[in-house]
């Protein structure tokens, strides 16, 4: 009986002393969870660019629907000759 009682401490104390009562990972993962300053100012200028490309682009399209519809204007419709003649194409 004595020494089931020393093998019980002892496998307690062994387990005991595996524990850390000062936990300094949650301070690390609390600073390590914060974003960095100069990850706020990439995302900034990433930002910043998407929006000059999003105002190029819709500048670049009322450039082409302008010209599309200069280039309706100056079309021709085709005859009735030419209508009928859809097979010939």
Same mark, same amino acid.
């Given at each position: 009986?004595?020494?089931?009682?020393?093998?019980?401490?002892?496998?307690?104390?062994?387990?005991?002393?595996?524990?850390?009562?000062?936990?300094? =990972? #949650?301070?690390?993962? *609390? /600073?390590? @969870?914060?974003?960095? !300053?100069?990850?706020?100012?990439?995302? &900034?200028? +990433?930002?910043?660019?998407?929006?000059?490309?999003?105002?190029?682009?819709?500048?670049?399209?009322?450039?082409?629907? =302008? #010209?599309?519809?200069? *280039? /309706?204007? @100056?079309?021709?419709? !085709?005859?009735?000759?030419?209508?009928? &003649?859809? +097979?010939?194409?």
């Amino acid at each position: 009986m004595k020494s089931i009682a020393f093998a019980l401490v002892g496998a307690a104390s062994v387990s005991l002393a595996g524990c850390n009562f000062t936990n300094q =990972d #949650t301070v690390d993962n *609390a /600073e390590m @969870n914060q974003p960095a !300053p100069e990850l706020n100012s990439l995302a &900034n200028d +990433a930002a910043n660019d998407a929006n000059a490309e999003a105002a190029a682009l819709g500048s670049q399209e009322d450039q082409l629907n =302008d #010209t599309n519809a200069a *280039a /309706e204007d @100056n079309a021709t419709n !085709p005859s009735d000759d030419q209508e009928q &003649n859809v +097979a010939g194409m």
